[in-house]
Protein backbone atom coordinates (compact mmCIF):
# COMPACT_ATOMS: atom_id res chain seq x y z
CA UNK A 1 0.00 0.00 0.00
CA UNK A 2 1.12 3.48 -1.03
CA UNK A 3 1.23 6.46 1.32
CA UNK A 4 0.56 9.87 0.33
CA UNK A 5 1.20 13.08 2.31
CA UNK A 6 -0.74 16.01 1.40
CA UNK A 7 -0.89 19.70 3.03
CA UNK A 8 -4.22 21.56 1.93
CA UNK A 9 -6.39 18.02 2.70
CA UNK A 10 -9.15 20.55 3.92
CA UNK A 11 -9.14 22.92 0.55
CA UNK A 12 -11.15 21.99 -2.26
CA UNK A 13 -8.60 20.02 -4.35
CA UNK A 14 -7.08 18.80 -1.20
CA UNK A 15 -10.82 16.81 -0.80
CA UNK A 16 -11.12 15.62 -4.38
CA UNK A 17 -7.51 14.01 -4.00
CA UNK A 18 -8.29 12.27 -1.09
CA UNK A 19 -10.89 10.67 -2.39
CA UNK A 20 -8.85 9.82 -5.47
CA UNK A 21 -5.82 8.04 -3.74
CA UNK A 22 -8.53 6.25 -1.08
CA UNK A 23 -10.39 4.56 -4.21
CA UNK A 24 -6.59 3.59 -5.55
CA UNK A 25 -6.13 2.28 -1.89
CA UNK A 26 -3.65 4.64 -1.16
CA UNK A 27 -3.09 5.34 2.64
CA UNK A 28 -3.70 8.72 3.13
CA UNK A 29 -2.22 11.26 5.46
CA UNK A 30 -3.45 15.02 5.46
CA UNK A 31 -1.67 18.15 7.30
CA UNK A 32 -4.44 20.40 9.27
CA UNK A 33 -3.19 23.26 10.77
CA UNK A 34 -4.42 23.99 14.33
CA UNK A 35 -8.08 25.61 14.95
CA UNK A 36 -10.07 26.40 17.98
CA UNK A 37 -12.87 24.98 15.75
CA UNK A 38 -12.75 21.86 13.65
CA UNK A 39 -13.51 22.83 10.47
CA UNK A 40 -13.69 20.05 8.00
CA UNK A 41 -16.70 20.25 6.20
CA UNK A 42 -15.12 19.02 2.88
CA UNK A 43 -13.54 15.76 4.38
CA UNK A 44 -16.33 15.25 7.34
CA UNK A 45 -17.15 12.15 4.64
CA UNK A 46 -13.76 11.23 4.73
CA UNK A 47 -12.36 11.43 8.40
CA UNK A 48 -12.99 8.34 9.27
CA UNK A 49 -10.46 6.73 6.37
CA UNK A 50 -8.09 9.49 6.25
CA UNK A 51 -4.78 10.15 9.05
CA UNK A 52 -5.01 13.78 9.86
CA UNK A 53 -1.65 15.31 11.00
CA UNK A 54 -1.30 18.81 12.89
CA UNK A 55 1.13 20.85 10.87
CA UNK A 56 1.60 24.95 9.76
CA UNK A 57 3.56 26.10 6.58
CA UNK A 58 5.17 28.78 8.69
CA UNK A 59 6.63 26.28 11.22
CA UNK A 60 9.32 24.04 9.80
CA UNK A 61 9.67 21.52 12.35
CA UNK A 62 6.21 20.81 12.27
CA UNK A 63 6.35 20.26 8.44
CA UNK A 64 9.35 17.96 8.80
CA UNK A 65 8.07 16.17 12.02
CA UNK A 66 4.69 15.05 10.42
CA UNK A 67 6.80 14.11 6.58
CA UNK A 68 8.92 12.11 8.82
CA UNK A 69 6.13 9.99 10.45
CA UNK A 70 4.52 9.42 7.31
CA UNK A 71 6.88 8.26 5.70
CA UNK A 72 4.96 8.96 2.10
CA UNK A 73 5.92 7.60 -1.07
CA UNK A 74 4.08 10.92 -2.74
CA UNK A 75 3.73 14.31 -0.96
CA UNK A 76 0.99 16.54 -2.52
CA UNK A 77 1.78 20.06 -1.57
CA UNK A 78 -2.12 21.95 -2.15
CA UNK A 79 -1.97 24.23 1.25
CA UNK A 80 -1.62 27.79 0.64
CA UNK A 81 -2.93 31.38 0.83
CA UNK A 82 -5.03 30.85 -2.35
CA UNK A 83 -7.49 33.90 -3.22
CA UNK A 84 -6.17 36.29 -5.35
CA UNK A 85 -7.66 39.46 -3.84
CA UNK A 86 -6.65 38.83 -0.57
CA UNK A 87 -3.22 38.75 -1.77
CA UNK A 88 -2.93 42.59 -2.20
CA UNK A 89 -4.16 42.97 1.87
CA UNK A 90 -2.45 39.81 3.22
CA UNK A 91 0.92 39.86 0.93
CA UNK A 92 3.51 39.13 3.20
CA UNK A 93 1.29 36.38 4.49
CA UNK A 94 0.80 35.36 1.08
CA UNK A 95 4.73 35.34 0.75
CA UNK A 96 5.33 33.10 4.31
CA UNK A 97 2.64 30.61 2.92
CA UNK A 98 2.61 30.83 -0.55
CA UNK A 99 5.85 31.14 -1.67
CA UNK A 100 8.51 29.93 1.55
CA UNK A 101 5.98 27.30 2.28
CA UNK A 102 7.36 25.56 -0.34
CA UNK A 103 10.36 25.76 0.72
CA UNK A 104 10.03 24.45 3.74
CA UNK A 105 7.95 21.16 2.29
CA UNK A 106 10.85 20.21 -0.12
CA UNK A 107 13.31 20.78 2.73
CA UNK A 108 11.40 18.55 5.10
CA UNK A 109 11.09 15.99 2.19
CA UNK A 110 15.18 16.46 1.33
CA UNK A 111 15.69 15.96 5.08
CA UNK A 112 13.29 13.20 5.94
CA UNK A 113 11.58 11.36 3.11
CA UNK A 114 14.58 12.08 -0.20
CA UNK A 115 13.08 9.07 -2.04
CA UNK A 116 9.33 10.40 -1.86
CA UNK A 117 8.17 12.06 -5.39
CA UNK A 118 6.51 15.67 -4.93
CA UNK A 119 3.92 18.11 -6.19
CA UNK A 120 3.69 21.35 -6.23
CA UNK A 121 0.59 23.37 -6.84
CA UNK A 122 1.59 25.86 -9.75
CA UNK A 123 -1.11 27.95 -11.07
CA UNK A 124 -2.02 29.77 -14.49
CA UNK A 125 -1.77 33.28 -12.18
CA UNK A 126 1.98 33.00 -12.54
CA UNK A 127 1.10 33.86 -16.66
CA UNK A 128 -0.56 37.22 -15.41
CA UNK A 129 -0.63 39.34 -17.97
CA UNK A 130 -0.01 36.84 -20.69
CA UNK A 131 3.16 36.69 -23.44
CA UNK A 132 1.52 34.28 -25.40
CA UNK A 133 -1.80 32.76 -26.29
CA UNK A 134 -2.30 29.86 -25.60
CA UNK A 135 -0.38 29.46 -22.60
CA UNK A 136 2.01 26.35 -22.37
CA UNK A 137 4.89 25.01 -20.26
CA UNK A 138 7.16 27.27 -22.01
CA UNK A 139 5.41 30.44 -21.92
CA UNK A 140 7.39 33.02 -19.89
CA UNK A 141 5.77 34.34 -16.53
CA UNK A 142 4.79 37.86 -15.88
CA UNK A 143 2.35 37.65 -12.36
CA UNK A 144 -0.41 40.18 -11.99
CA UNK A 145 -0.74 39.89 -7.88
CA UNK A 146 1.29 39.01 -4.77
CA UNK A 147 -0.23 35.41 -5.23
CA UNK A 148 0.70 34.94 -8.70
CA UNK A 149 4.61 36.30 -7.38
CA UNK A 150 4.59 33.79 -4.76
CA UNK A 151 3.59 30.95 -6.74
CA UNK A 152 6.30 32.13 -9.11
CA UNK A 153 8.74 31.77 -6.46
CA UNK A 154 7.08 27.85 -5.12
CA UNK A 155 7.31 27.04 -9.21
CA UNK A 156 10.98 28.11 -9.67
CA UNK A 157 12.33 26.66 -5.86
CA UNK A 158 10.42 23.33 -6.88
CA UNK A 159 12.63 23.52 -10.05
CA UNK A 160 15.75 24.34 -8.19
CA UNK A 161 15.13 21.50 -5.48
CA UNK A 162 14.81 19.02 -8.28
CA UNK A 163 18.14 19.92 -10.41
CA UNK A 164 20.03 20.62 -6.59
CA UNK A 165 19.72 17.69 -4.75
CA UNK A 166 18.03 15.13 -7.69
CA UNK A 167 14.68 14.93 -6.07
CA UNK A 168 11.62 13.88 -7.72
CA UNK A 169 9.77 16.95 -7.97
CA UNK A 170 7.21 18.22 -9.79
CA UNK A 171 4.86 21.40 -10.73
CA UNK A 172 1.16 21.19 -12.45
CA UNK A 173 0.24 24.27 -13.91
CA UNK A 174 -2.96 24.30 -13.08
CA UNK A 175 -5.86 26.68 -14.49
CA UNK A 176 -8.89 27.52 -12.99
CA UNK A 177 -10.58 24.78 -11.66
CA UNK A 178 -14.11 24.52 -9.56
CA UNK A 179 -16.43 22.24 -7.99
CA UNK A 180 -19.64 22.77 -5.57
CA UNK A 181 -16.54 22.57 -3.18
CA UNK A 182 -15.27 25.65 -3.98
CA UNK A 183 -14.70 28.89 -1.98
CA UNK A 184 -17.38 30.94 -2.10
CA UNK A 185 -15.79 34.01 -2.61
CA UNK A 186 -14.02 32.75 -6.04
CA UNK A 187 -16.18 34.70 -8.56
CA UNK A 188 -17.68 31.19 -9.61
CA UNK A 189 -19.00 29.77 -6.68
CA UNK A 190 -20.08 33.53 -5.48
CA UNK A 191 -22.37 33.41 -8.77
CA UNK A 192 -23.82 29.53 -8.43
CA UNK A 193 -24.51 31.14 -4.80
CA UNK A 194 -26.38 33.50 -5.54
CA UNK A 195 -28.13 32.39 -8.54
CA UNK A 196 -29.81 29.34 -5.56
CA UNK A 197 -30.29 32.43 -3.13
CA UNK A 198 -32.15 34.50 -5.99
CA UNK A 199 -34.26 31.76 -7.58
CA UNK A 200 -35.59 30.46 -3.80
CA UNK A 201 -36.18 34.58 -3.05
CA UNK A 202 -33.31 34.82 -0.77
CA UNK A 203 -31.19 37.47 -2.27
CA UNK A 204 -32.26 39.59 -5.24
CA UNK A 205 -28.96 40.89 -6.49
CA UNK A 206 -24.90 39.44 -6.69
CA UNK A 207 -22.23 42.25 -6.48
CA UNK A 208 -19.11 41.73 -8.85
CA UNK A 209 -16.33 43.19 -10.38
CA UNK A 210 -14.62 42.64 -13.84
CA UNK A 211 -16.87 40.36 -15.63
CA UNK A 212 -14.98 41.22 -19.20
CA UNK A 213 -12.45 38.78 -17.24
CA UNK A 214 -11.43 35.51 -19.40
CA UNK A 215 -10.95 32.39 -17.78
CA UNK A 216 -10.03 28.62 -18.67
CA UNK A 217 -12.28 26.63 -16.18
CA UNK A 218 -12.62 23.15 -15.26
CA UNK A 219 -13.55 20.71 -12.73
CA UNK A 220 -11.57 20.01 -10.05
CA UNK A 221 -12.52 16.21 -9.88
CA UNK A 222 -10.34 15.78 -12.89
CA UNK A 223 -7.89 18.28 -12.42
CA UNK A 224 -6.85 16.14 -9.60
CA UNK A 225 -6.12 12.81 -11.66
CA UNK A 226 -3.88 15.18 -13.49
CA UNK A 227 -0.85 15.72 -10.33
CA UNK A 228 -1.07 11.69 -9.55
CA UNK A 229 -0.17 11.25 -13.13
CA UNK A 230 2.73 13.30 -12.68
CA UNK A 231 3.74 11.63 -9.94
CA UNK A 232 3.67 8.02 -11.61
CA UNK A 233 5.90 9.44 -14.54
CA UNK A 234 9.65 7.83 -15.44
CA UNK A 235 11.00 11.06 -15.07
CA UNK A 236 9.94 14.34 -13.10
CA UNK A 237 8.58 17.09 -15.03
CA UNK A 238 5.97 19.43 -15.39
CA UNK A 239 3.21 20.02 -16.75
CA UNK A 240 0.05 22.80 -17.97
CA UNK A 241 -3.22 21.27 -16.76
CA UNK A 242 -6.13 23.06 -18.50
CA UNK A 243 -9.58 22.97 -20.55
CA UNK A 244 -7.84 24.85 -23.56
CA UNK A 245 -11.13 27.07 -24.21
CA UNK A 246 -11.82 30.24 -22.79
CA UNK A 247 -14.78 32.39 -21.34
CA UNK A 248 -15.82 35.38 -19.93
CA UNK A 249 -17.18 35.63 -15.97
CA UNK A 250 -20.09 37.41 -18.28
CA UNK A 251 -20.90 33.82 -20.06
CA UNK A 252 -20.24 32.14 -16.76
CA UNK A 253 -23.35 34.37 -15.27
CA UNK A 254 -25.32 33.62 -18.38
CA UNK A 255 -24.86 30.18 -18.18
CA UNK A 256 -25.22 30.03 -14.44
CA UNK A 257 -28.75 32.29 -13.76
CA UNK A 258 -29.70 30.01 -17.73
CA UNK A 259 -29.59 26.95 -15.68
CA UNK A 260 -33.10 28.60 -13.43
CA UNK A 261 -34.46 30.37 -16.88
CA UNK A 262 -33.24 33.82 -15.12
CA UNK A 263 -31.50 36.36 -17.06
CA UNK A 264 -28.17 37.79 -15.29
CA UNK A 265 -28.74 41.07 -16.33
CA UNK A 266 -31.55 41.78 -14.24
CA UNK A 267 -29.54 40.85 -10.80
CA UNK A 268 -25.74 41.84 -11.36
CA UNK A 269 -24.32 44.83 -9.40
CA UNK A 270 -21.13 46.59 -10.21
CA UNK A 271 -19.21 47.22 -7.03
CA UNK A 272 -15.79 48.95 -7.16
CA UNK A 273 -15.15 46.85 -4.07
CA UNK A 274 -14.13 43.40 -6.17
CA UNK A 275 -11.99 44.94 -8.87
CA UNK A 276 -8.45 44.26 -8.50
CA UNK A 277 -5.55 46.45 -8.77
CA UNK A 278 -3.64 44.73 -11.79
CA UNK A 279 -6.29 42.52 -13.88
CA UNK A 280 -5.49 39.06 -15.12
CA UNK A 281 -7.31 39.77 -18.63
CA UNK A 282 -6.97 36.98 -20.28
CA UNK A 283 -6.15 32.64 -19.89
CA UNK A 284 -6.59 29.50 -21.89
CA UNK A 285 -4.06 27.30 -21.72
CA UNK A 286 -2.91 24.36 -23.65
CA UNK A 287 -3.15 21.14 -22.63
CA UNK A 288 -1.90 18.81 -25.29
CA UNK A 289 1.84 17.81 -23.67
CA UNK A 290 -0.47 16.51 -20.42
CA UNK A 291 -2.59 14.72 -23.08
CA UNK A 292 0.33 13.07 -24.86
CA UNK A 293 2.68 12.54 -21.79
CA UNK A 294 -0.07 11.69 -19.21
CA UNK A 295 -2.83 10.52 -21.07
CA UNK A 296 -5.26 13.15 -19.10
CA UNK A 297 -7.44 14.74 -20.93
CA UNK A 298 -10.63 16.69 -18.94
CA UNK A 299 -14.30 15.37 -18.91
CA UNK A 300 -16.42 17.96 -17.71
CA UNK A 301 -17.64 21.13 -19.93
CA UNK A 302 -18.17 23.98 -18.87
CA UNK A 303 -21.84 24.21 -19.09
CA UNK A 304 -21.79 20.46 -17.08
CA UNK A 305 -19.22 22.03 -14.69
CA UNK A 306 -21.92 25.18 -14.20
CA UNK A 307 -25.13 22.99 -13.78
CA UNK A 308 -23.37 20.72 -11.13
CA UNK A 309 -22.59 23.97 -9.50
CA UNK A 310 -26.13 25.54 -9.20
CA UNK A 311 -28.30 22.99 -8.87
CA UNK A 312 -25.48 22.01 -5.49
CA UNK A 313 -26.31 25.26 -4.30
CA UNK A 314 -30.04 24.92 -5.10
CA UNK A 315 -29.82 21.47 -2.79
CA UNK A 316 -27.52 23.08 0.07
CA UNK A 317 -30.07 26.33 0.27
CA UNK A 318 -33.41 24.59 -0.32
CA UNK A 319 -32.74 22.22 3.36
CA UNK A 320 -34.27 23.48 5.92
CA UNK A 321 -31.60 25.10 8.66
P1 LIG B 1 -8.20 26.16 -1.05
O1 LIG B 1 -9.57 25.53 -1.17
O2 LIG B 1 -8.09 27.59 -0.70
O3 LIG B 1 -7.39 25.29 0.05
C1 LIG B 1 -6.20 25.76 0.61
C2 LIG B 1 -5.73 24.78 1.67
O4 LIG B 1 -4.50 25.26 2.23
C3 LIG B 1 -6.72 24.59 2.84
O5 LIG B 1 -6.73 23.23 3.21
C4 LIG B 1 -6.06 25.43 3.94
O6 LIG B 1 -6.39 25.01 5.24
C5 LIG B 1 -4.58 25.15 3.66
N1 LIG B 1 -3.68 26.12 4.30
C6 LIG B 1 -3.66 27.46 4.13
N2 LIG B 1 -2.70 28.01 4.87
C7 LIG B 1 -2.10 26.99 5.55
C8 LIG B 1 -1.05 26.93 6.50
N3 LIG B 1 -0.40 28.03 6.92
N4 LIG B 1 -0.66 25.72 6.97
C9 LIG B 1 -1.30 24.59 6.56
N5 LIG B 1 -2.33 24.60 5.69
C10 LIG B 1 -2.72 25.79 5.19
O7 LIG B 1 -7.38 25.93 -2.40
P2 LIG B 1 -7.63 24.92 -3.64
O8 LIG B 1 -8.53 25.57 -4.61
O9 LIG B 1 -7.94 23.58 -3.10
O10 LIG B 1 -6.19 24.92 -4.30
C11 LIG B 1 -5.17 24.00 -3.90
C12 LIG B 1 -3.82 24.54 -4.31
O11 LIG B 1 -3.78 24.70 -5.72
C13 LIG B 1 -3.46 25.89 -3.73
O12 LIG B 1 -2.06 25.90 -3.53
C14 LIG B 1 -3.83 26.86 -4.83
O13 LIG B 1 -3.08 28.06 -4.70
C15 LIG B 1 -3.46 26.06 -6.05
N6 LIG B 1 -4.19 26.32 -7.27
C16 LIG B 1 -5.54 26.34 -7.27
C17 LIG B 1 -6.22 26.53 -8.47
C18 LIG B 1 -7.73 26.52 -8.53
O14 LIG B 1 -8.27 26.97 -9.53
N7 LIG B 1 -8.40 25.98 -7.54
C19 LIG B 1 -5.49 26.69 -9.66
C20 LIG B 1 -4.10 26.64 -9.62
C21 LIG B 1 -3.46 26.44 -8.42
P3 LIG B 1 -7.67 25.61 6.05
O15 LIG B 1 -8.84 24.75 5.62
O16 LIG B 1 -7.27 25.43 7.46
O17 LIG B 1 -7.84 27.04 5.62
O1 LIG C 1 -11.47 35.42 -10.11
C1 LIG C 1 -13.11 38.32 -11.67
C2 LIG C 1 -11.72 38.53 -11.09
O2 LIG C 1 -11.20 34.92 -7.68
C3 LIG C 1 -11.67 35.13 -11.47
C4 LIG C 1 -7.60 30.86 -7.62
O3 LIG C 1 -7.99 29.53 -7.46
O4 LIG C 1 -7.56 30.62 -10.00
C5 LIG C 1 -8.12 31.39 -8.95
O5 LIG C 1 -7.77 32.76 -9.08
C6 LIG C 1 -11.93 36.42 -12.24
C7 LIG C 1 -10.93 37.55 -11.95
O6 LIG C 1 -10.13 33.41 -9.44
C8 LIG C 1 -15.44 39.14 -9.02
O7 LIG C 1 -11.31 39.90 -11.21
C9 LIG C 1 -15.15 39.70 -11.10
O8 LIG C 1 -10.57 38.17 -13.14
O9 LIG C 1 -12.53 33.33 -9.12
P1 LIG C 1 -11.39 34.25 -8.98
P2 LIG C 1 -8.66 33.81 -9.90
O10 LIG C 1 -8.27 35.15 -9.45
O11 LIG C 1 -8.59 33.52 -11.35
C10 LIG C 1 -6.13 30.64 -10.07
C11 LIG C 1 -5.71 29.72 -11.20
C12 LIG C 1 -5.48 30.34 -8.78
O12 LIG C 1 -4.38 29.77 -8.74
C13 LIG C 1 -6.07 30.94 -7.57
O13 LIG C 1 -5.65 30.24 -6.40
O14 LIG C 1 -13.21 36.93 -11.85
N1 LIG C 1 -14.18 38.79 -10.77
N2 LIG C 1 -15.94 39.92 -10.04
C14 LIG C 1 -14.33 38.44 -9.50
N3 LIG C 1 -13.65 37.57 -8.72
C15 LIG C 1 -14.06 37.38 -7.45
N4 LIG C 1 -13.40 36.49 -6.68
N5 LIG C 1 -15.13 38.07 -6.94
C16 LIG C 1 -15.87 38.97 -7.68
O15 LIG C 1 -16.81 39.56 -7.20
Known sequence: MKTALITGITGQDGSYLAEHLLKKGYRVVGVVRRSSTTPYERIAHLVDRVELVSADLLDQTSLTDVVQAAEPDEIYNLAAQSFVQTSWTQPVLTGEFTALGVTRMLEAMRKAAPKSRFYQ???????????????????????????????????????????????????????????????????????TDAVARIKLGKAHEVRLGNIDARRDWGFAGDY???????????????????????????????????????????????????????????LVGDPS????????EPRVALPELVRMMVEADLERHSKPR
Open 121 to 191: ASSSEQFGKVVETPQRESTPFYPRSPYGVAKVYGHWITVNYRESFDLFAVSGILFNHESPRRGLEFVTRKI
Open 289 to 296: KAKNKLGW
Open 224 to 282: VDAMWRMLQQDAPDDFVISTGKTYSVREFLDAAFSVVDLDYRNYVVHDEKFFRPAEVDL
